[in-house]
T-cell receptor, first 112, second 115 residues
Framework: SQQGEEDPQALSIQEGENATMNCSYK?????LQWYRQNSGRGLVHLIL?????REKHSGRLRVTLDTSKKSSSLLITASRAADTASYFC????????????FGQGTRLTINP | DTGVSQDPRHKITKRGQNVTFRCDPI?????LYWYRQTLGQGPEFLTY????????KSRLLSDRFSAERPKGSFSTLEIQRTEQGDSAMYLC?????????????FGSGTRLTVV
């Protein structure tokens, strides 16, 4: 069963705007990761944030983690048409589980 | 090598036939994962290997599914007596083992269509 739930399921914005996607989960975690998937392709790892971290940056990406609320957000600043993709959060549970559990994803469309 | 390779990219098969998919992970990675993804959904875990040992299998993996990773290198996923419900994208990923967790490197997937 899916542990992470992304919100919104779909997001459409204009090029240059910022895009924010949220992820909620139910268990304790070791870390939380975000992935991008272009249509019909495999997933690409974007960023990993550990349970003792609150914020991480990578280029135009900013990820926050609030373990008390069991939620994370992914912010993409100054969006580009090439950012059009599905974005998934995935958790590595804190109970020693050894595989990532993915959410349902947010479909992001950047309009030129 | 520069990434995870999966073969074939697409497979169309008739219901009841057996199919086998191959995954070549990044050579330095000792962990290999298989996931299944249907349209509009996130990847669902099927099984994973650490080196040649299969350490976990999902309850999704019925007895028609079998996976191997001989010698801890490439892996195969076989589906016997395919059903229409097996139609999906089958994704392979590899990673380094580590307590703190590492990101996965995914292949491009094998899209299976059962007709």
């Amino acid at each position: 069963s899916q542990q992470g739930e992304e919100d919104p399921q779909a997001l459409s914005i204009q090029e240059g705007e910022n895009a924010t996607m949220n992820c909620s989960y139910k268990t304790s975690i070791n870390n939380l990761q975000w992935y991008r998937q272009n249509s019909g392709r495999g997933l690409v790892h974007l960023i990993l944030i550990r349970s003792n971290e609150r914020e991480k940056h990578s280029g135009r990406l900013r990820v926050t983690l609030d373990t008390s609320k069991k939620s994370s957000s992914l912010l993409i600043t100054a969006s580009r048409a090439a950012d059009t993709a599905s974005y998934f959060c995935a958790i590595l549970r804190g109970d020693g589980a050894q595989k990532l559990v993915f959410g349902q994803g947010t479909r992001l469309t950047i309009n030129p | 090598d520069t990434g995870v390779s999966q073969d074939p990219r697409h497979k169309i098969t008739k219901r009841g036939q057996n199919v086998t998919f191959r995954c070549d992970p990044i050579s330095e990675h000792n962990r290999l994962y298989w996931y299944r993804q249907t349209l509009g959904q996130g990847p669902e875990f099927l099984t994973y290997f650490q080196n040649e040992a299969q350490l976990e299998k999902s309850r999704l993996l019925s007895d028609r599914f079998s996976a191997e990773r001989p010698k801890g290198s490439f892996s195969t996923l076989e589906i016997q007596r395919t059903e229409q419900g097996d139609s999906a994208m089958y994704l392979c990923a590899s990673s380094l083992e580590g307590g703190g967790g590492y990101g996965y490197t995914f292949g491009s997937g094998t899209r299976l269509t059962v007709v």
